[in-house]
């Protein structure tokens, strides 16, 4: 199991940028594919991007590629959530989120959650 906890989020003008970070501890952390995921209110929660076991792999939905960049420092148990170009549309809690399968974009395949963090992006 892995404990996450997310933090970074914040009120941002439209275009800006903004670094979340997910701080991670348990023995599984190595081996674990992670994600960050977002909901937006009245929305469901959705799949963002994510990053293999060793970082040698990262994927993007289609809202966010080219404007968003994940990585992690196995060093430091920590992911990263790079946001440039941010629009309105972006608001929403943010959730880190860890699976022990190699990718995956489904929410379903992931068992261990942060408990999110806000974004606000203005117009």
């Known amino acids: 199991q892995v404990q996450l906890v997310e933090s970074g989020g914040g009120l941002v003008q439209a275009g800006g940028s903004l670094r979340l970070s997910c701080a991670a501890s348990?023995?599984?952390?190595?081996?674990?594919?992670l994600a960050w995921f977002r909901q937006a209110p009245g929305k469901e929660r959705e799949f963002v991007a994510g990053v293999s076991f060793d970082g040698t792999t990262q994927y993007y939905s289609d809202a966010v590629k080219g404007r968003f960049t994940i990585s992690r420092d196995n060093a430091k148990d920590t992911i990263y959530l790079q946001m440039n170009s941010l629009n309105p549309e972006d608001t929403a809690v943010y959730y880190c989120?860890?699976?022990?399968?190699?990718?995956?974009?489904?929410?379903?395949?992931?068992?261990?959650w942060g408990r999110g963090t806000q974004v606000t992006v203005s117009s």
């Open positions: 348990g023995r599984n952390f190595g081996a674990s594919g």
């Open positions: 989120a860890a699976t022990l399968a190699l990718i995956a974009t489904k929410l379903q395949t992931y068992t261990d």
